[in-house]
């Protein structure tokens, strides 16, 4: 298994601003993702996060409004640009368990309400 | 493009009852399925993971089976709980998609004492 923190789980930002989220993962694992939940929805995945080159962003979502960092087999960093109210959701990490197939685990999500 | 859509979409019981939550997706072509428990404001526990060559688990109060050729998989809860109030979500991972799931908008369940 696979332990996930996140921070900050809670944030209030202003609008124009950035905010960035890190996922610290208590083991190697191959695979790491960036998900939305925006209220009273379900989650969208935003991108897959490569280890040692450029994230894979999924319709819908670029690299210059969610840029992200992977600089090793544990870590990742979600990067919210130029914040609107409409980027006010729940952001989670997520990642495998170290083997193809295995459970996905997610991090406890950080909560994004932009004023 | 898969679609997963879960029925119920809110459901409440009285605490002692057996009861099935239900998960239908488009694309068989799946590599495993993943059901999960979301509480308020929280992230997300994962429940089972089923590949696609099983037809079931079953972890304590809980089993969940999959029907990959209709597409469909059922997460049943034993004896139900006021503990067990959450949201359950059902996710697919497809198989020309690496690891990315697939989610349904969930279950809200409520078990009342």
């Known amino acids: 298994s696979a332990v996930i923190s996140q921070k900050p789980s809670r944030d209030i930002c202003q609008r124009g601003t950035s905010l960035t989220i890190q996922c610290q993962v208590d083991?190697?694992?191959?695979?790491m993702f960036w998900y939305r939940q925006q209220p009273g929805q379900s989650l969208t995945l935003i991108a897959t996060a490569n280890q040692g080159s450029e994230a894979t962003y999924e319709s819908g979502f670029v690299i210059d409004k969610f840029p992200i960092s992977r600089p090793n087999l544990t870590f990742s960093t979600l990067t919210v640009s130029n914040m609107s109210p409409e980027d006010s959701s729940i952001y989670l990490c997520?990642?495998?368990?170290?083997?193809?197939?295995?459970?996905?685990?997610f991090g406890e999500g950080s909560w994004l309400t932009v004023v | 493009k898969q679609e997963v859509t879960q029925i119920p979409a809110a459901l409440s019981v009285p605490e002692g009852e057996n009861l099935v939550l239900n998960c239908s997706f488009t694309d068989s072509a799946i590599y495993n399925l993943q059901w999960f428990r979301q509480d308020p404001g929280k992230g997300l526990t994962s429940l089972l993971l089923?590949?696609?060559?099983?037809r079931e688990q079953t972890s304590g109060r809980l089993n969940a089976s999959l029907d990959k050729s209709s597409g469909r998989s059922t997460l049943y809860i034993a004896a139900s709980q006021p503990g067990d109030s959450a949201t359950y979500l059902c996710?697919?991972?497809?198989?020309?998609?690496?690891?990315?799931?697939?989610f349904g908008k969930g279950t809200s369940l409520l078990v009342t004492p």
């Open positions: 083991s190697q694992v191959t695979m």
């Open positions: 996710a697919v991972v497809n198989s020309n998609s690496g690891y990315a799931l697939n």
């Open positions: 997520s990642a495998d368990g170290g083997t193809a197939g295995n459970t996905i685990y």
């Open positions: 089923i590949q696609s060559s099983q």
